[in-house]
């Protein structure tokens, strides 16, 4: 006869006595979180790797906050699921609403004086989230460059520089033919180019020898569906051997309703559905433009271009597993900037004047974005509201086989 083993069980109640007891002890634990942060000894895991932890991470590091007992387990899942529930809308409210909470701190106005929000502002609150690396550098950048009033790309390069670079013009994704971009290089910066786009396959060499011919004078980018070896090596011969500089680029997204609309904006056309063949094409008679192309889009920027900018924030491989973590950074100083750009700011020196037990918490550098204030504001409530409406807790104990 088979041996089954069995796990004993147990449930425990605990009222308010034990729940009163858990919300100190957790109210303890949040505001040392709060104050290893700013004396620098807090760290947080990412991808294995230890991280001294910076205010930008606080979130993460009070996700990582661990109960000893079963009861402050369970407590502090509604904890950290109340002091995160704002945090999506407003980056900075865990980190507010958590010293709000652990302090007892009664704050019932918002701090209204800092309405208008400076550059200055900014750069002292990038600063106070992440320091003075390259995040915030990178940060920086990107709001002098106009990032809060448009589309941002974050993305990693295998380079060993990371780069922030802005285009304004056209963009159409994919990436260019990988035969011509081992030899040549995958990434290009072009001026006074043509644009010819292709919506099929280019199969010879000899449906573009007018256009490699002309590519002797000026850069020209071919942009198709798909291109053959055999003419994508010839490309990249030509190129290598100074005859010319003609690129490949392979369209996986054409970013336009109707393919013929490219035509609008001066690139040059070649529809199967309208009898267009690509041989009887002349450069000559193409727009210039100046065109960038990255591992995964063209840009092309015409005289008489009305696309929005795009920016791009191009964090390198060679850091590794703190890669991915630099860019989380850079994203969020971003959305930090855009939520204070609209709501205004306030400084440890306004918080002060609230609440003298709650400033003590903080780093006297703090900048942060006035709505994240009253979105921590909704979020304390909401956490002080449930606690106090936990009438019991049911834990489970597994016993022994």
């Not at 994919?174 to 971009?181: C, K, M, P, R």
């Not at 369209?251 to 393919?259: I, L, Q």
């Not at 969020?332 to 204070?340: D, K, N, S």
């Not at 709650?358 to 606690?387: F, H, M, T, W």
């Amino acid at each position: 006869m088979q041996e089954v083993d069995v796990v004993i069980q147990s449930t425990d109640l605990h009222f308010d006595t034990d729940i009163l007891t858990a919300t100190k002890k957790a109210k303890k634990e949040v505001r040392e979180l709060i104050t290893s942060l700013f004396s620098g000894t807090a760290i947080v895991q990412y991808k294995g790797q230890i991280i001294s932890a910076k205010p930008i991470d606080f979130p993460r590091l009070l996700v990582e906050w661990q109960g000893n007992s079963t009861i402050d387990h369970n407590l502090r899942s509604i904890i950290v699921s109340a002091l995160l529930s704002g945090e999506e809308k407003a980056s900075g409210t865990s980190l507010l609403a958590s010293g709000i909470w652990s302090s007892d701190s009664n704050i019932q106005k918002i701090i209204s004086k800092n309405k208008r929000c400076s550059y200055y502002d900014v750069k002292k609150m990038s600063r106070f989230l992440a320091g003075e690396g390259m995040t915030s550098a990178a940060a920086g950048a990107v709001i002098r460059m106009g990032g809060l009033g448009h589309n941002v790309d974050y993305t990693e390069n295998t380079g060993k520089a990371s780069l922030v670079t802005v285009f304004a013009g056209k963009e159409i994704l994919g990436h260019i033919d990988l035969l011509f971009g081992d030899k040549c290089g995958h990434l290009h910066d072009l001026q006074d180019c043509a644009v010819i786009a292709i919506d099929g396959t280019v199969e010879t060499v000899s449906s573009i020898h007018s256009i490699l011919e002309s590519s002797t004078s000026r850069p020209i980018i071919i942009i198709a569906r798909n291109i053959l070896p055999d003419v994508s090596n010839t490309m990249a011969e030509t190129f290598l051997r100074k005859r010319g500089v003609c690129i490949p680029f392979i369209s996986t997204d054409w970013k336009v309703e109707n393919f013929l609309d490219l035509e609008k904006i001066g690139i040059r056309c070649v529809s199967n559905e309208r009898g267009d063949t690509v041989s009887v094409v002349s450069a000559a008679d193409i727009m210039s433009c100046q065109a960038s192309i990255t591992e995964r889009k063209f840009l092309a920027k015409f005289s008489d271009c009305s696309d929005r900018t795009k920016i791009e924030v191009s964090i390198s491989k060679s850091l590794g597993g703190l890669t991915g973590l630099a860019l989380d950074r850079t994203k969020m100083i971003v959305g930090f900037a855009r939520i204070a750009s609209r709501s205004g700011v306030f400084r440890w020196e306004d918080l002060r004047e609230e609440s003298e037990k709650l400033s003590g918490l903080y780093s006297k550098d703090l900048v942060l974005p006035c709505y994240s204030l009253e979105s921590a504001l909704r979020s304390n409530q909401s956490l002080s509201k449930i606690l106090q409406d936990l009438g019991c807790v049911i834990t489970v104990q597994k016993g022994e086989k």
